[in-house]
């Protein structure tokens, strides 16, 4: 496995909801086992930016090539299969499912993923409270639940889209810490974020996103000398 | 004589029974209904037709191919629900992205033209199916008299629907369905083939209707018309019910054919109405349903 391989080649790729025009142009590459961030104010396209790469989108044009294969026309069923897990905005737990039910829920789509008991591990939270239903967990265990529910199908990119959102500061320590494990299995982890202050420490890159486009990229070590541009976009 | 709240036993229990029958046929078909609502947001008009389909699919079975009562109650479903398969997946496929009413209109449509279709072929009146010769005859309970294919409708719709209810609540299989019903496109995201899930599924609800028209066979008389009356009281049934829920459906389908006998003993003139004064009292006191989920 070389260091620079690419897991994710998005170039040129712009989205549509109906008729509104959302996305235009991106250009987002990320080699296998990076940590990259999806920075930028509300509205500004990064979960259309997610959703577009699954398909989940009315209309796409462009190219992704996630593995060495082009998705452009692929089914959105068929993506997840390529080793690809999604964490959308709302967590999407299920009501009608249990916590172990959320959990095994998602079909593995590669071996190597984690076990139930790694999982359990990993959170404690979810495994005492297993047998209750999936939506009666609190914002922070749930966001755990949808966490996890995509670690168990041996994914090897992963796009989560806000996951500290709303949570308090012990449990987005926690995912922190986390996510710093899973980078350290190689894995490869597109995270769209609203906190710099989560990102700017785990991340590899950064891509600011502005209007549906993608304004600046910030490595790790440019982060003080491009403070003015990060300023300008998102206020920190 | 022994009597119940004024009524001869034989009578009492004799149109239990009937009400049984009844509700093991509204059970049946409700459950079918809140299986396809469930995942494809369309309420199924053509599931009387369906039924219908499953009792002349037997009807044939027998009379061309010489196939028995048995061997139809697997192979009607099958060939019936296949073509509800069929029809999910070339037309109310092209419409789920329009209003779920489209749908509703186009099971109506398909409805008329499968009934117009048999009653071309067949005319109106009904043909007869025999009862299996196994469960031809019945028994004298000393209460009353219960021929043995009434008693086994009754049971093999019970046992069905509980298979059922097990199926969709507690396996793997049934966790899809659940979540589909829920959130179909992050199911989708999660790599589970949504558009063949529900085609299965469509074609799963059509073969427990055609399931309930082969059961029905022999009581009733086989008519391109006989799913059509049915499927009315069944909608009321729904209603009752409530959307959404599956034990939901079963229960309250057995209960109304319940209530719909006792009526009868009790008193008979109401007994055709009985079940629409139920869903007015269930709509005006709890609009969801008896076992919906309030909005
Ligand atoms: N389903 C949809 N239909 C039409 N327009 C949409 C839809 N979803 C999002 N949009 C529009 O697309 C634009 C980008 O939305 P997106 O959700 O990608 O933003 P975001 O960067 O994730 O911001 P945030 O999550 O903080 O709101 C917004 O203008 C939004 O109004
Ligand atoms: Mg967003």
Redesign the interface.
Known sequence: MSKTYEQLGITDLHAYYGESHILHGIDLHINRGELVTLLGRNGSGRSTTLKSI?N?VGRRTGSIVINGNETIETA??????LGVG?C?EER?I????NVE?NL????T?RSGGMSLDEIYDMFPNLYERRKSVGTRLSGGEQQMLALAR?LR?GANMLLLDEITEGLAPVIVQKLAEVLTQLKEKGLTILLVEQSFRFAAPIADRHYLMEHGQIVEEVKKDELESKKDILNTYLGV | MTMIFGVPAAAFFGQLLLGLINGAFYALLSLGLAIIFGLLKIINFAHGAQYMLGAFAAYLLLNYLGINYWAALFLAPLIVGTIGALIERYLLRRITHIDHIYGLLLTFGLALIIQGLFTNLFGVSGNRYPVPSELSGGINLGFMFMPYYRGWIVAIAVVVCIAVWFLIEKT?LG??L??G???P??M????????LLVTLTYGFGVALAAFAGVLAAPIYSVAPGMGANLLIVVFAVVVIGGMGSIMGAIVTGLAMGIVEGLTKVYYPEASNTVIFLVMILVLLLRPAGLFGKEA
């Open positions: 699954m989940m959105p069923h068929h993506i997840a299969r999604f959308p999407g299920f009501s009608s499912l039910e095994l829920l998602p079909p789509v995509i199908t | 793997k966790g899809y659940r979540a019903t829920e959130n496109a992050l989708q995201a999660f790599g589970i083939n949504v558009p």
